[in-house]
């Protein structure tokens, strides 16, 4: 069975930094790339980044350039979100997704629960 | 960016009912389109991909059609659990997007 497991999420204050981390079972984690999306309360659903299976390549949403990362590490199966300069725009949900993969590619597929920011001061 | 609109923002059935729900692409994303519903509190599930494949476990009350910039997401005969947000996404381009969701509520 997958399982994507969020956590790290919290209140921040404007300016802070946050890491979130995922962890996943059920697959072979280093087959498949993983997408962080993120929905502000009441909101609708907003791409955060992606990365392909071996971390090698990562793609940025225009909103978090340059302020957020994100990176894996393979032999934990585990994928991470390092949150920098945060504003308070940012407060969302986060969830992090398994991509569906073989020739539907970057589909969004399994999702976890969701980790919660908070940024306030 | 590819702009996702989706239509309409409600939309008001009766159990049994059928459902039609629309998504228009600002340019053409092939038929890299996908549907996923979200009820409250719940992380999204993904329900189509590529416009017209069900994903695992998905009912057959659910079909996608479309290609290029118009998509469609019908539910046959709609059931109880069925009433939640719709969302559609493409990932023809980066940055992917969403649309901005469908509500199906009960009349």
């Known amino acids: 069975e997958v399982q994507l497991v969020e956590s790290g999420g919290g209140l921040v204050q404007p300016g802070g930094s946050l890491r979130l981390s995922c962890s996943a079972s059920?697959?072979?984690?280093?087959?498949?790339?993983m997408h962080w999306v993120r929905q502000a309360p009441g909101k609708g659903l907003e791409y955060v980044s992606v990365?392909?299976?071996?971390?090698?390549?990562?793609y940025y949403g225009d909103s978090v350039k340059g302020r957020f990362t994100t990176s894996r590490d393979n032999s934990k199966n585990t994928l991470y979100l390092q949150m920098n300069s945060l504003r308070t725009e940012d407060t969302a949900v986060f969830y992090c997704?398994?991509?569906?993969?073989?020739?539907?590619?970057?589909?969004?597929?399994?999702w976890g629960q969701g980790t919660l920011v908070t940024v306030s001061s | 960016e590819i702009v996702l609109t989706q239509s309409p923002a409600t939309l008001s059935l009766s159990p049994g009912e059928r459902a039609t729900l629309s998504c228009r692409a600002s340019?053409?994303?092939?038929?890299?389109l996908a549907w996923y519903q979200q009820k409250p509190g719940q992380a999204p599930r993904l329900l189509i991909y590529?416009?017209?494949n069900r994903a695992t476990g998905i009912p057959a009350r659910f079909s996608g059609s479309g290609s290029g910039t118009d998509f469609t997401l019908t539910i046959s005969s709609l059931e109880p659990g069925d009433f939640a947000v719709y969302y559609c996404?493409?990932?023809?381009?980066?940055?992917?997007?969403f649309g901005q969701g469908t509500k199906l509520e009960i009349k």
């Open positions: 997704v398994k991509v569906l993969g073989g020739g539907s590619g970057w589909t969004p597929d399994f």
């Open positions: 059920g697959f072979t984690f280093t087959k498949y790339g």
């Open positions: 990365i392909n299976d071996n971390g090698g390549s990562a």
């Open positions: 340019q053409s994303v092939s038929s890299y």
């Open positions: 590529d416009a017209f």
């Open positions: 996404h493409q990932r023809s381009n980066w940055p992917y997007t």
